[in-house]
Protein backbone atom coordinates (compact mmCIF):
# COMPACT_ATOMS: atom_id res chain seq x y z
CA UNK A 1 0.00 0.00 0.00
CA UNK A 2 1.07 3.12 -0.69
CA UNK A 3 2.02 5.98 2.26
CA UNK A 4 0.43 8.62 2.23
CA UNK A 5 1.86 12.27 2.68
CA UNK A 6 -0.06 15.58 3.40
CA UNK A 7 1.04 19.20 2.83
CA UNK A 8 -0.27 22.14 4.45
CA UNK A 9 0.03 25.96 2.99
CA UNK A 10 -1.84 28.60 3.18
CA UNK A 11 -3.04 29.54 -0.44
CA UNK A 12 -2.46 27.47 -3.90
CA UNK A 13 -6.55 28.57 -5.03
CA UNK A 14 -7.65 31.71 -3.46
CA UNK A 15 -9.89 30.98 -0.70
CA UNK A 16 -13.26 30.64 -2.13
CA UNK A 17 -11.72 27.93 -4.65
CA UNK A 18 -12.04 30.41 -7.76
CA UNK A 19 -8.89 31.01 -8.92
CA UNK A 20 -5.33 29.71 -8.61
CA UNK A 21 -2.58 31.82 -6.91
CA UNK A 22 0.04 31.52 -9.82
CA UNK A 23 3.60 32.24 -8.30
CA UNK A 24 6.48 30.62 -8.04
CA UNK A 25 6.13 29.33 -5.25
CA UNK A 26 2.41 27.28 -6.23
CA UNK A 27 4.47 26.48 -9.29
CA UNK A 28 6.85 24.37 -6.54
CA UNK A 29 4.23 23.07 -4.91
CA UNK A 30 2.74 21.30 -8.42
CA UNK A 31 6.56 20.24 -9.12
CA UNK A 32 7.23 19.09 -5.55
CA UNK A 33 3.70 17.21 -5.43
CA UNK A 34 4.87 15.54 -8.68
CA UNK A 35 8.23 14.55 -7.14
CA UNK A 36 6.46 12.73 -4.38
CA UNK A 37 3.80 10.86 -7.19
CA UNK A 38 7.50 9.84 -8.88
CA UNK A 39 8.67 8.27 -5.93
CA UNK A 40 5.12 6.39 -4.88
CA UNK A 41 3.69 8.75 -2.68
CA UNK A 42 -0.24 9.56 -2.20
CA UNK A 43 -0.49 13.19 -2.00
CA UNK A 44 -2.97 15.77 -0.44
CA UNK A 45 -3.30 19.43 0.06
CA UNK A 46 -4.86 21.30 3.21
CA UNK A 47 -5.02 25.29 2.44
CA UNK A 48 -7.19 28.07 3.64
CA UNK A 49 -10.71 27.87 2.03
CA UNK A 50 -14.42 27.77 2.91
CA UNK A 51 -14.67 24.16 3.50
CA UNK A 52 -14.07 22.56 -0.29
CA UNK A 53 -12.28 20.15 -2.07
CA UNK A 54 -10.53 20.35 -5.45
CA UNK A 55 -8.51 18.05 -8.10
CA UNK A 56 -5.56 20.29 -9.91
CA UNK A 57 -2.79 18.11 -11.58
CA UNK A 58 -4.81 14.85 -9.97
CA UNK A 59 -3.70 16.15 -6.55
CA UNK A 60 -6.71 16.94 -4.04
CA UNK A 61 -6.63 20.35 -2.55
CA UNK A 62 -9.09 21.10 0.30
CA UNK A 63 -10.18 23.97 2.06
CA UNK A 64 -10.23 24.60 5.49
CA UNK A 65 -12.51 27.30 6.90
CA UNK A 66 -10.28 29.19 9.22
CA UNK A 67 -8.47 32.88 8.28
CA UNK A 68 -7.47 33.68 11.84
CA UNK A 69 -3.73 35.00 11.94
CA UNK A 70 -1.60 35.30 15.39
CA UNK A 71 2.26 37.06 15.51
CA UNK A 72 2.49 36.26 11.66
CA UNK A 73 1.84 32.61 12.37
CA UNK A 74 -1.74 30.30 11.41
CA UNK A 75 -2.44 28.09 14.86
CA UNK A 76 -5.75 27.50 13.92
CA UNK A 77 -5.03 26.54 10.38
CA UNK A 78 -2.34 24.10 11.71
CA UNK A 79 -4.08 22.37 14.28
CA UNK A 80 -7.35 22.20 11.88
CA UNK A 81 -4.69 20.41 9.79
CA UNK A 82 -3.58 18.44 12.33
CA UNK A 83 -7.16 16.75 13.28
CA UNK A 84 -7.62 16.18 9.46
CA UNK A 85 -4.40 14.38 8.75
CA UNK A 86 -4.51 11.52 11.68
CA UNK A 87 -4.91 8.87 8.79
CA UNK A 88 -1.50 10.50 6.77
CA UNK A 89 1.91 8.80 7.48
CA UNK A 90 3.98 12.13 6.69
CA UNK A 91 3.39 15.65 6.97
CA UNK A 92 4.92 18.45 4.92
CA UNK A 93 4.52 22.25 6.31
CA UNK A 94 4.92 24.35 2.97
CA UNK A 95 5.94 27.18 4.91
CA UNK A 96 7.93 27.87 8.32
CA UNK A 97 5.25 29.04 10.39
CA UNK A 98 3.16 26.75 9.72
CA UNK A 99 4.51 24.16 11.58
CA UNK A 100 3.28 25.98 14.78
CA UNK A 101 2.20 24.96 17.53
CA UNK A 102 1.50 20.91 16.13
CA UNK A 103 3.59 18.98 13.87
CA UNK A 104 3.43 15.27 13.40
CA UNK A 105 6.13 13.23 13.65
CA UNK A 106 7.98 12.52 10.97
CA UNK A 107 7.74 16.03 8.92
CA UNK A 108 9.78 17.85 6.76
CA UNK A 109 8.95 22.19 6.68
CA UNK A 110 10.32 24.55 3.83
CA UNK A 111 11.32 27.89 3.66
CA UNK A 112 10.90 29.47 0.48
CA UNK A 113 13.05 32.37 1.41
CA UNK A 114 12.77 35.45 4.18
CA UNK A 115 9.36 37.13 4.15
CA UNK A 116 9.73 39.38 7.16
CA UNK A 117 11.67 41.75 5.39
CA UNK A 118 8.42 43.02 4.13
CA UNK A 119 8.30 46.83 4.85
CA UNK A 120 4.99 45.79 6.68
CA UNK A 121 5.23 43.07 8.32
CA UNK A 122 7.76 45.60 10.74
CA UNK A 123 4.25 47.83 11.51
CA UNK A 124 2.81 44.75 12.54
CA UNK A 125 5.42 43.56 14.74
CA UNK A 126 6.32 47.03 15.72
CA UNK A 127 6.74 46.34 19.92
CA UNK A 128 9.12 44.34 21.16
CA UNK A 129 6.90 42.30 22.78
CA UNK A 130 5.55 41.42 19.67
CA UNK A 131 8.67 40.50 18.29
CA UNK A 132 9.73 38.00 20.96
CA UNK A 133 6.30 36.26 20.65
CA UNK A 134 6.68 35.96 16.60
CA UNK A 135 10.46 35.24 17.12
CA UNK A 136 9.03 32.38 20.04
CA UNK A 137 6.46 30.51 17.79
CA UNK A 138 9.28 30.80 15.28
CA UNK A 139 11.11 28.34 17.50
CA UNK A 140 9.04 26.38 17.88
CA UNK A 141 8.29 25.95 14.22
CA UNK A 142 11.77 25.28 13.73
CA UNK A 143 11.87 22.09 16.82
CA UNK A 144 8.84 20.25 15.45
CA UNK A 145 10.29 18.81 11.86
CA UNK A 146 12.90 16.70 11.39
CA UNK A 147 14.02 18.45 8.84
CA UNK A 148 14.22 22.09 7.47
CA UNK A 149 14.50 22.95 3.80
CA UNK A 150 15.41 26.29 3.10
CA UNK A 151 15.80 27.56 -0.97
CA UNK A 152 18.45 29.64 -0.36
CA UNK A 153 21.51 30.47 1.92
CA UNK A 154 20.07 33.94 3.39
CA UNK A 155 16.89 31.73 5.93
CA UNK A 156 19.87 29.75 6.77
CA UNK A 157 22.24 32.57 8.07
CA UNK A 158 19.32 34.69 9.75
CA UNK A 159 18.08 31.27 11.70
CA UNK A 160 21.95 29.94 12.68
CA UNK A 161 22.44 33.98 13.75
CA UNK A 162 19.10 34.27 15.60
CA UNK A 163 18.18 30.00 16.43
CA UNK A 164 21.57 28.50 16.46
CA UNK A 165 20.26 25.39 18.14
CA UNK A 166 18.54 24.61 14.82
CA UNK A 167 21.96 24.13 12.73
CA UNK A 168 21.78 20.35 12.27
CA UNK A 169 18.39 20.35 11.15
CA UNK A 170 18.77 23.04 8.05
CA UNK A 171 19.40 21.56 4.05
CA UNK A 172 19.89 23.78 1.59
CA UNK A 173 17.95 22.61 -1.84
CA UNK A 174 17.58 25.94 -4.07
CA UNK A 175 15.76 26.05 -6.43
CA UNK A 176 15.79 24.85 -10.32
CA UNK A 177 15.33 24.94 -14.15
CA UNK A 178 14.80 22.96 -16.35
CA UNK A 179 17.20 23.90 -18.70
CA UNK A 180 16.68 21.23 -21.84
CA UNK A 181 13.37 23.31 -21.78
CA UNK A 182 14.71 26.27 -20.87
CA UNK A 183 17.45 27.77 -23.69
CA UNK A 184 19.09 30.52 -25.94
CA UNK A 185 18.11 30.54 -29.31
CA UNK A 186 20.01 28.95 -31.66
CA UNK A 187 19.87 31.74 -34.07
CA UNK A 188 19.16 35.47 -33.07
CA UNK A 189 16.33 35.72 -35.11
CA UNK A 190 14.90 39.19 -33.12
CA UNK A 191 14.62 42.40 -34.85
CA UNK A 192 16.45 45.86 -33.95
CA UNK A 193 14.36 46.00 -30.65
CA UNK A 194 15.46 45.76 -27.37
CA UNK A 195 13.11 44.36 -25.35
CA UNK A 196 13.23 44.34 -21.66
CA UNK A 197 10.98 41.98 -19.62
CA UNK A 198 9.24 42.41 -15.96
CA UNK A 199 7.98 38.48 -16.15
CA UNK A 200 6.81 38.84 -12.16
CA UNK A 201 3.72 38.91 -10.70
CA UNK A 202 2.21 42.38 -10.27
CA UNK A 203 2.66 43.20 -6.42
CA UNK A 204 4.63 45.93 -5.08
CA UNK A 205 7.48 43.81 -3.14
CA UNK A 206 8.42 42.27 -6.57
CA UNK A 207 9.47 46.10 -7.91
CA UNK A 208 6.48 46.47 -10.39
CA UNK A 209 5.58 50.19 -9.02
CA UNK A 210 9.98 51.47 -9.70
CA UNK A 211 9.92 49.50 -13.38
CA UNK A 212 6.71 51.31 -14.75
CA UNK A 213 8.41 54.60 -13.69
CA UNK A 214 11.47 53.54 -15.19
CA UNK A 215 9.52 52.35 -18.65
CA UNK A 216 8.11 55.87 -19.12
CA UNK A 217 11.38 57.45 -18.65
CA UNK A 218 13.25 54.97 -20.85
CA UNK A 219 10.45 54.24 -23.72
CA UNK A 220 10.46 58.50 -24.06
CA UNK A 221 14.64 58.57 -24.10
CA UNK A 222 15.32 55.66 -26.36
CA UNK A 223 12.65 54.86 -29.23
CA UNK A 224 14.80 51.38 -29.69
CA UNK A 225 13.70 49.60 -26.36
CA UNK A 226 10.36 48.17 -25.50
CA UNK A 227 9.57 47.01 -21.98
CA UNK A 228 6.82 43.47 -21.91
CA UNK A 229 5.25 42.63 -18.21
CA UNK A 230 4.01 39.23 -18.13
CA UNK A 231 2.42 38.20 -14.83
CA UNK A 232 -0.66 38.06 -13.27
CA UNK A 233 -1.93 40.25 -10.75
CA UNK A 234 -3.49 39.05 -7.35
CA UNK A 235 -6.93 39.41 -8.48
CA UNK A 236 -8.90 40.97 -12.22
CA UNK A 237 -8.64 44.44 -10.68
CA UNK A 238 -4.64 44.80 -10.79
CA UNK A 239 -4.76 43.31 -14.41
CA UNK A 240 -7.36 45.77 -15.67
CA UNK A 241 -4.83 48.31 -14.31
CA UNK A 242 -2.23 47.07 -15.60
CA UNK A 243 -3.74 46.47 -19.27
CA UNK A 244 -5.14 50.34 -18.94
CA UNK A 245 -1.51 51.86 -17.83
CA UNK A 246 0.64 50.13 -20.77
CA UNK A 247 -2.35 51.33 -23.28
CA UNK A 248 -1.01 54.79 -22.82
CA UNK A 249 2.50 54.39 -22.73
CA UNK A 250 4.49 54.51 -25.51
CA UNK A 251 6.04 50.59 -26.44
CA UNK A 252 4.93 48.73 -23.34
CA UNK A 253 2.87 46.02 -23.35
CA UNK A 254 1.26 43.77 -20.66
CA UNK A 255 -0.25 40.46 -20.71
CA UNK A 256 0.33 37.25 -18.78
CA UNK A 257 1.62 33.74 -20.52
CA UNK A 258 0.70 29.94 -19.86
CA UNK A 259 3.90 28.59 -17.80
CA UNK A 260 4.20 25.71 -21.10
CA UNK A 261 4.30 29.00 -23.15
CA UNK A 262 7.78 31.17 -20.63
CA UNK A 263 10.41 29.74 -22.76
CA UNK A 264 9.69 31.47 -25.94
CA UNK A 265 8.74 34.58 -23.45
CA UNK A 266 11.96 34.78 -22.23
CA UNK A 267 13.87 33.87 -25.41
CA UNK A 268 12.28 36.83 -27.03
CA UNK A 269 13.94 39.30 -24.23
CA UNK A 270 17.43 41.05 -24.15
CA UNK A 271 17.15 41.95 -20.73
CA UNK A 272 15.19 40.68 -18.03
CA UNK A 273 14.25 42.28 -14.59
CA UNK A 274 13.91 40.86 -11.29
CA UNK A 275 14.04 43.69 -9.24
CA UNK A 276 12.61 42.58 -6.01
CA UNK A 277 12.14 44.67 -2.88
CA UNK A 278 11.57 41.52 -0.32
CA UNK A 279 10.31 38.22 0.39
CA UNK A 280 12.57 36.78 -2.39
CA UNK A 281 14.00 32.65 -2.37
CA UNK A 282 16.28 31.30 -5.19
CA UNK A 283 13.91 33.47 -8.03
CA UNK A 284 12.41 30.52 -10.58
CA UNK A 285 11.76 33.54 -13.15
CA UNK A 286 15.70 34.54 -12.25
CA UNK A 287 17.08 30.90 -12.95
CA UNK A 288 14.83 30.69 -15.99
CA UNK A 289 16.23 33.87 -17.77
CA UNK A 290 19.73 33.25 -16.77
CA UNK A 291 18.91 29.81 -18.19
CA UNK A 292 18.05 31.08 -21.51
CA UNK A 293 21.12 33.60 -21.56
CA UNK A 294 19.52 36.51 -20.79
CA UNK A 295 21.48 39.11 -18.36
CA UNK A 296 19.14 39.43 -15.30
CA UNK A 297 18.80 43.01 -13.65
CA UNK A 298 17.61 41.97 -9.53
CA UNK A 299 17.14 43.10 -5.86
CA UNK A 300 18.73 43.12 -3.57
CA UNK A 301 16.79 40.62 -1.94
CA UNK A 302 16.52 37.06 -0.56
CA UNK A 303 18.30 34.41 -2.10
CA UNK A 304 18.93 36.33 -5.65
CA UNK A 305 22.44 37.08 -3.73
CA UNK A 306 22.82 33.10 -4.58
CA UNK A 307 22.13 33.36 -8.13
CA UNK A 308 23.02 37.03 -9.53
CA UNK A 309 27.31 37.55 -9.03
CA UNK A 310 27.15 41.69 -9.90
CA UNK A 311 29.05 42.79 -12.59
CA UNK A 312 29.19 39.26 -13.68
CA UNK A 313 25.77 37.73 -15.15
CA UNK A 314 23.88 40.83 -14.08
CA UNK A 315 23.38 44.18 -11.92
CA UNK A 316 22.39 43.22 -7.94
CA UNK A 317 21.12 46.80 -6.65
CA UNK A 318 18.19 48.19 -4.59
CA UNK A 319 15.65 48.60 -6.75
CA UNK A 320 15.03 52.25 -7.23
CA UNK A 321 13.90 54.06 -9.90
CA UNK A 322 17.20 55.41 -11.09
CA UNK A 323 19.08 52.48 -10.30
CA UNK A 324 17.19 50.61 -12.35
CA UNK A 325 17.21 52.76 -15.13
CA UNK A 326 20.70 53.28 -14.69
CA UNK A 327 21.40 49.81 -15.07
CA UNK A 328 19.43 49.29 -17.96
CA UNK A 329 21.27 52.10 -19.72
CA UNK A 330 24.23 50.33 -19.17
CA UNK A 331 23.33 47.09 -20.59
CA UNK A 332 21.02 49.08 -23.90
CA UNK A 333 24.32 50.63 -24.87
CA UNK A 334 26.76 47.17 -24.10
CA UNK A 335 25.14 44.62 -26.45
CA UNK A 336 28.94 42.58 -26.21
CA UNK A 337 28.25 42.72 -22.33
CA UNK A 338 24.63 41.51 -22.34
CA UNK A 339 26.01 38.91 -24.65
CA UNK A 340 28.97 38.24 -22.32
CA UNK A 341 26.40 38.32 -18.94
CA UNK A 342 23.98 36.14 -20.91
CA UNK A 343 26.51 33.66 -21.45
CA UNK A 344 27.69 33.26 -18.11
CA UNK A 345 24.05 33.20 -16.54
CA UNK A 346 23.23 30.75 -19.05
CA UNK A 347 26.93 28.47 -17.59
CA UNK A 348 25.22 29.31 -14.15
CA UNK A 349 22.31 28.12 -14.69
CA UNK A 350 23.19 24.38 -15.70
CA UNK A 351 23.98 24.53 -11.69
CA UNK A 352 20.73 24.69 -10.66
CA UNK A 353 19.44 22.20 -12.81
CA UNK A 354 15.53 20.36 -12.04
CA UNK A 355 17.21 16.96 -11.94
CA UNK A 356 19.91 17.91 -9.34
CA UNK A 357 16.66 19.12 -6.99
CA UNK A 358 14.90 16.00 -7.61
CA UNK A 359 17.59 14.31 -6.59
CA UNK A 360 18.71 16.66 -3.32
CA UNK A 361 14.78 16.89 -2.17
CA UNK A 362 14.85 13.00 -2.98
CA UNK A 363 17.39 11.89 -0.72
CA UNK A 364 15.73 14.67 2.35
CA UNK A 365 12.50 12.94 1.14
CA UNK A 366 13.99 9.12 1.68
CA UNK A 367 15.79 9.95 5.16
CA UNK A 368 12.61 10.89 6.65
CA UNK A 369 9.91 9.11 5.44
CA UNK A 370 10.92 5.43 5.94
Same mark, same amino acid.
Given at each position: MKKKVALLTTNFFNPKGERIITGGAERYQVDFCRLLRDMDFDVEVWQMGDNWTKEFDGIKIHGLPVNKTEYQTFPELNMGFYENVMSFDYTLYFILSLAY? #????? /?????? @??????PGFDATTGKLAIK???????????? @??????????????? =??????? =?????????NYVDTDLFLPLEEDLRNDKIRILFPRRMVPVRGINETMRAAEIL?????????? =? %? @?? @???????? #?? /????????? %??????PFEMMPEIYQMADIVLIPSRSTEGTSLAALESMACGKPVIAGLAGGLSDLIIHGYNGYL????VENLVSSIEELINDPKKRKLMGERGREIATSFNKKTWHERWANVISEVFR
Open positions: P #LVREK /SISISH @GVYWDWQEWLRRMELSLA @GPQKLVSVDTNTINY =FNATLPS =FYNKWEYIPTKKYPSIEFH =F %C @GR @GHDDTIEM #LM /SQWASKQER %CYYYWKVKPS
